[in-house]
């Protein structure tokens, strides 16, 4: 039985796998697409009479990255100007670059001294080459020079979750409780997509900042450079070094370094929790015991009575009192501490579709944020009281 079988289910034929979806053997980069991207930045590139815009031309319908000499990606960012640095942390920088054909892109310039070095680089442009979805970023190229490495992906112009969520902009508008469902239901894809593979792929470093958002908040899952292949046939995990970020990773992970499906399904539950509370995973600027969001949470968690005193002040009571209850479940069961006691991806895309079906027939919203509008009457909003709900079939351990 479902974990959320109290919740519509998704018909049969919506979702079907096949081997155009799967990792292949890394000779055989080139295959269909699982799911067209629907993102306009990766698409549209401009044919062109040079040497340069005809090879890009000829790969623009394939599947294969291309490879950009140092000379063209210096040009495209202007020699990396500082005006260009979009993003920064211990892998590198990320600078915004326009190719020669005009497409704009996100070039990220590795620090082989950081976080990801070069086995991390070569696993993110296979696991990029081999798996398509419209939930994963694109790769477009890549470029090896003599000690640079450098990677040339789809330009996201939204830029990250956590961009939307902990570092808003003066004037700009928080993101809407329906946005953030859309979000959370959009990554989930993704990451159903990377489980079902075969063999399945465990991305490992699920978080806000790894969720990019394109000009109508659809969500792209970014940086593969620590996903692994997960266990297959009798083994039941992956044994490797502890990587990711504090915060996210699985309590299991952490203190063994066995890794399974499951870890992937702790950090979405993180990553809705920051969802739901406007919270980051963790930190350092809470007084103590309230830095780790998980921890923070757990005494709501408990109680669906204190779900209300969790959520994000700045959504002012824009959300229906149903589907926050549904919402914080699916959340609870994703950060169980015995990881068999987690759902499974495929159940966390069901109840994350019910919810976002559910919140899209409320009324009227904007991309970003909430109009201010009073939602649908049939919904029920928070106005400083709690309401008991049942929750038939849904068991929360936490």
């Given amino acids: 039985m479902s974990c959320f079988s109290c919740m519509s289910p998704r ?27 629907d993102s306009g930045s990766g ?14 031309s000829n790969n623009q319908n394939s599947d294969v990255a291309r490879s950009f000499t140092f000379k063209e ?21 990320v600078y915004k670059g326009r190719l020669d054909s005009g497409l704009i892109v996100a070039i990220k310039q590795l620090n082989l001294e950081g976080l990801q070095g070069n086995q991390e680089f070569i696993v993110e442009v296979l696991m990029l080459s081999l798996l398509h979805h419209k939930n994963l970023v694109n790769l477009i190229g890549y470029c090896t020079h003599g000690d ?26 928080p993101l809407s409780w329906r946005t ?14 990377l489980h079902k593979a075969n063999p399945p792929v465990i991305y490992r470093d699920l978080k806000s900042s790894n969720i990019l958002l394109d000009n109508e908040f659809n969500p792209k899952l970014s940086d593969f450079g620590l996903a692994k292949l997960g266990p297959v046939g009798d083994n039941t995990h992956v044994s490797t070094r502890v990587m990711g970020t504090y915060g996210y990773c699985a309590p299991e992970y952490a203190m063994t370094g066995k890794l399974t499906l499951k870890s992937d399904i702790y950090s979405m539950g993180v990553v809705l929790l920051e969802l739901i509370t406007g919270r980051k995973a ?43 209850h549904h919402a914080v479940a699916i959340t609870a069961m994703c950060l169980q501490e015995q ?20 919140a899209q027939s409320s009324g009227p919203h904007r991309g970003g944020s909430h109009t201010g509008k009073k939602t649908s009457p049939s919904e029920e909003e928070f106005n400083g009281n709690t309401r008991k709900r049942s929750f038939e079939n849904i068991s929360v351990t936490f």
Avoid at 11 to 29: G, L, T
Avoid at 288 to 316: A, C, I, T
Avoid at 344 to 349: H, L, P
Wanted: proline content about 5%.
């Fill in 339 to 358: 990881a068999n006691f987690r759902p499974m991806i495929s159940d966390i895309v069901t109840a994350l579709d019910y919810l976002v079906a559910q």
């Fill in 73 to 93: 990606l210096a040009t495209a960012t202007q020699n990396f100007k500082e005006t260009n640095l979009i993003g920064e942390g211990g892998f590198g920088c």
């Fill in 43 to 56: 698409n549209g590139r401009k044919e062109g009479s040079s040497k340069g815009k005809s090879r890009e």
């Fill in 282 to 324: 963790y930190d350092t600027s809470k007084k103590p015991g309230e830095q780790n969001l998980v921890v923070w949470s757990s005494p709501f968690l408990k109680d669906r009575r204190k779900y209300v005193h969790m959520v994000d002040p700045s959504l002012h009571g824009q959300f229906s009192a149903r589907c926050l």
């Fill in 180 to 193: 953030r469902l859309k979000i959370a239901a959009g990554a989930a894809h993704g990451l159903e997509y």
């Fill in 148 to 173: 640079q490495r450098l990677l040339v992906y789809e330009f996201m112009p939204m830029g990250s979750l956590e961009n939307h969520l902990f570092d808003l902009e003066p004037g700009t508008e």
């Fill in 11 to 37: 018909p049969k034929n919506v979702r079907e796998y096949d081997e155009d979806m799967v990792p292949r053997s890394n000779s055989s980069a080139v295959h269909a697409r699982g799911e067209s991207s």
